[in-house]
Structure formats: structure tokens, C-alpha cells
């Protein structure tokens, strides 16, 4: 009976492409919207919804910090819902038209006195982060009832990161063409319009990971108290160790995202070219490609904390390429192919925590733990890391639109090369801790499997 059990167990380890190409639509469609925020939004509120630039620095931070908190909000939901669908999946329905909602208000342009955008933009700022952690922390929090297998986690969330580059590609390269094709003369309609257009596909694509996505072992999963989930991260160090960590990377791509406009128009005198970088971000797919071979040659710490140095090495090399557009674009895919290891690399380890968590304490909070570990430490790192450079810029003397000081434009030079470089070097430090933890990966993965058998029997 347990060999057969073990058996039906191992064969539902493997998870068919077409349910891969489900999950990884999640964070195409995640991609598309967010992205254009993380991307844009400085630019998009000091250059024409008309804020100053500490104006738009403080909603960046303001609204990321308060909304940082919801995460474990969003935790303990996830781990309350049990439904025929799973715990994770229904949200990819319920959040997605809220989602859509909230980030086509963000772009309106309403005709508002300087007080007035300043409240329309935090207050829809902040709505559009809540039900991005509603979209978001699903995502991470399925991963783990995808597939008991940890290869299999690291295959599905290669595909998800490669399905969310192909969402950062798109919209961090198009974006500003799409303002200038859809609004003509009128870049306030162009925004709005280019708003309207990724938000319906950013709908639809969650909708195909709800109707495609399928949780296992859904007969297991049961409500949690909220102490339970809690008392999930008690004495869980490996978990703190990933989030910390997680959150320097976060300050770091953050950081270097808000300035490319900046540079590429006030350094370079080449505004377009910001398209061109966005579009290198791709490159992050050949680091997440290359993930399934590093970890069979090196342990997952390791190739996390290389990860995080080349993208640092590829940052501070962009301060040597003065005004060469080739040696520019070179250190800034160098950086990517480091952060495409770097963003990957954590999601799937979250998992392995989770694992923890239930060997340690016998509680299996999904949904906590991983919001904590994604989407907390995604926006409290973005909100950081787009405020930093902002008020760095303000106390430089940026002014929007006008020719730019000196002091200015080396002060967007060190955010988007030393600031982020600085980020990630913390990032790959803190890791070192974590190898101690993943010694013990293959006797606590089989000590759970045999529990499992063991409730199956």
C-alpha cells in the first residue's frame, strides 16, 4: 500500500507544460501592469502629472511602506480560504478585476489643483499595491502546493520568471511608444490610453491561470488560525535570512529602474534609449535559464549570492561607459543576467522555508510565509529603493524638464550605478547565512514526505 501510494505520489510530481505556461501567466499579466509603475511612475508624476519630484518621492515611499503591510494581511486570508479550487487559485479571479481597476485610475491625469494630484496619486498608488499583493501573493503562495518535488518548484518557477520577463519586456520596452502612438500630441491621453490596453491583457491572463492552474493535495489543506500562522515563523531563521536578503535585491533593481529615463534624457540626451535598456532586462531570462544547471554544481546559496554580485559588477560598470551607448547597454545586461538569478532564486527557496516551517513547528502557513517573503519584501524594497534615488535627486537640485546642474547629473549617475551596486552587495552578504540551513534540506524534505505517507496510509 505505501510503495503504491508513494508511487501515485511521485507521479503527481510532474506538472504538464500547459498548467507551467498557467502559472507563468500570472506573473506575465503581474509583470505588464507593475512593471510599468516601477518602471514609470517617478518619471510619470514629476514629468507629467505635474508633482515635484520630493512630492512623488514621498507617495513612492508613504504608500509602499503602508502597503508593505498588507502582505501578511493578504497571508493570513490565503491561509484562511478553503474552497473546491484550492487556497491560492481563486484570487487569480477575485483580485483580477480590481487589479486592472485601480491601475488604470493611477493613470487618468484628472485636472486637479497641486494638493488635489497629490492625493488622487497616493490614494491610488496605495489601492493599486493592495491588489497587486492580492494578485501577487497568490502566485508565490501556490507554489508550494504546485508540486511537493523541489526540482519541480524550480522548473515552474523558471517558466513563471521567464512568463514575467516576457511582461517586463513588453511593457518597460514599449511603453513609452505605446504613450506616443495611442495619444499623439497628448502624452496625458497616451498614458491613459497605453493604461486601458495592458490592463485588458493583464485581465485576461489571470483569468487563463485561474481556469488552468490546479493545486494538489487540497484535501490536506485546511484553515489556519491566525497564531498557527504566526507561530509558523517562529524560530523559521532560514526564512528571515531569505527575506532580508530579498528585500536588499529589491532596493537595488528598484533604485536602478526609477532612474533609466532620467539618465538616458538628462546624461545621454537620449530619451528613447531607456527603451533599449528595458528591453535588455531580458537578458534576465539567461540567468533564470541557467538556474537548473548552477544548482546541480553548486548549492542554491551560492549560486543566489553570484547572482546578486554580477548584477553589482554589471552596475558599477556603467559608470565607466561615459557616453558610449554599446559599452552602456553591455554592463547593463551583464547586470540583468545577475538579477535574473537573483529575483528567480528566492520564490523558489521561499518553498523550502515553508518546509521548514512544517518540520519545525508542524504548521504549513503558505500563504503567511510567502507573503511575507514576496510581497512584503518586494514593496517595502521598492518602496526604498524608489524613494532613495528621489531624494537623492531632490537634494541635488533636479528640476523636471530644465537643463540639469552638474551636482544633478551625478547624482543620477550614482543612483543607477554605486546605489544599486551597493544594494546588492548587502543582499550577497546576508546569504552567507543561509548554507547552514540548506544542509539539512534532504532529511527534512524526507521526513516530511514519510509524514505525508504516513496521514495518506
Known amino acids: 500500500m505505501k510503495s503504491q501510494m508513494a508511487e501515485a505520489i511521485k507521479s503527481d510530481e510532474k506538472v504538464p507544460f500547459h ?9 506575465t499579466a503581474g509583470n505588464l501592469l ?17 508633482l515635484t519630484v520630493a512630492a ?25 480560504t478553503h474552497t473546491r479550487w484550492g487556497q491560492s487559485r ?10 486592472a481597476i485601480f491601475f488604470v485610475l493611477m493613470f487618468l491625469s484628472p485636472d486637479l489643483s497641486q494638493s488635489g494630484k497629490f492625493w488622487w496619486a497616493l490614494v491610488t498608488y496605495l489601492l493599486f499595491g493592495i491588489s497587486y499583493t492580492g494578485v501577487g501573493t497568490p502566485i508565490s503562495s501556490i507554489l508550494p502546493n504546485l508540486s511537493n518535488d523541489s526540482d519541480e518548484r524550480i522548473k515552474l518557477n523558471s517558466v513563471r520568471m521567464i512568463g514575467g520577463n516576457i511582461g517586463y519586456f513588453i511593457t518597460a520596452s514599449f511603453t513609452l511608444t505605446f504613450v506616443a502612438v495611442l495619444g499623439g500630441n497628448n502624452e496625458i491621453a497616451g498614458w491613459r490610453n497605453t493604461a486601458i490596453a495592458l490592463a485588458i491583457v493583464g485581465l485576461a491572463l489571470l483569468m487563463f491561470a485561474f481556469f488552468d492552474t490546479k493545486e494538489i493535495n487540497t484535501e490536506r489543506q485546511k484553515s489556519l488560525p491566525i497564531m498557527d500562522s504566526i507561530r509558523a515563523a517562529k524560530s523559521n531563521w532560514p526564512w528571515f535570512i531569505l527575506v532580508i536578503a530579498f528585500i536588499f535585491y529589491w532596493l537595488g533593481n528598484a533604485s536602478r529602474s526609477a532612474v533609466v529615463v532620467y539618465y538616458t534624457q538628462y ?3 537620449v530619451k528613447g534609449f531607456a527603451s533599449v535598456l528595458n528591453g535588455l532586462v531580458m537578458f534576465q531570462i539567461i540567468g533564470m535559464l541557467l538556474i537548473p544547471f548552477l544548482v546541480k554544481k553548486f548549492t542554491k546559496t551560492h549560486v543566489l549570492m553570484f547572482g546578486l554580485c554580477l548584477a553589482a559588477v554589471g552596475q558599477v560598470m556603467i559608470s565607466f561607459t561615459g557616453k558610449s551607448l554599446v559599452a552602456l547597454g553591455v554592463a547593463w545586461a551583464i547586470a540583468s543576467v545577475g538579477t535574473g538569478i537573483s529575483v528567480s532564486m528566492p520564490f523558489a527557496m521561499l518553498s523550502d522555508t515553508v518546509d521548514y516551517g512544517e518540520w519545525k513547528n508542524g504548521i504549513r502557513a503558505s500563504g503567511f510565509l510567502t507573503a511575507i517573503g514576496s510581497s512584503f519584501a518586494i514593496k517595502m524594497g521598492s518602496g526604498f529603493g524608489g524613494w532613495a534615488p528621489s531624494m537623492i535627486l531632490s537634494n541635488a537640485g533636479y528640476k523636471a524638464g530644465a537643463t540639469q546642474t552638474d551636482a544633478a547629473l551625478s547624482a543620477i549617475r550614482f543612483c543607477i550605478s554605486y546605489l544599486p551596486a551597493i544594494f546588492f552587495v548587502i543582499g550577497a552578504a546576508i546569504m552567507i547565512f543561509y548554507g547552514r540551513y540548506e544542509k539539512k534540506e ?10 505525508r505517507e504516513e496521514v495518506a496510509d
Open 442 to 451: 534532504t532529511e527534512i524534505r524526507a521526513t516530511l514526505a514519510a509524514n
Open 34 to 50: 507593475y512593471t510599468t509603475v516601477t518602471t514609470f511612475i517617478l518619471y510619470y508624476y514629476t514629468d507629467v502629472f505635474g
Open 267 to 269: 546624461n545621454l540626451g
Open 90 to 99: 481563486p484570487y487569480f479571479l477575485w483580485m483580477a478585476f480590481p487589479f
Open 56 to 80: 512623488a518621492g514621498t507617495i513612492l515611499l508613504a504608500a509602499r511602506v503602508l502597503d508593505a503591510f498588507d502582505a501578511p494581511v493578504w497571508g493570513f486570508i490565503i491561509d484562511h
Open 19 to 27: 498548467r507551467m505556461l498557467a502559472f507563468a501567466s500570472t506573473d
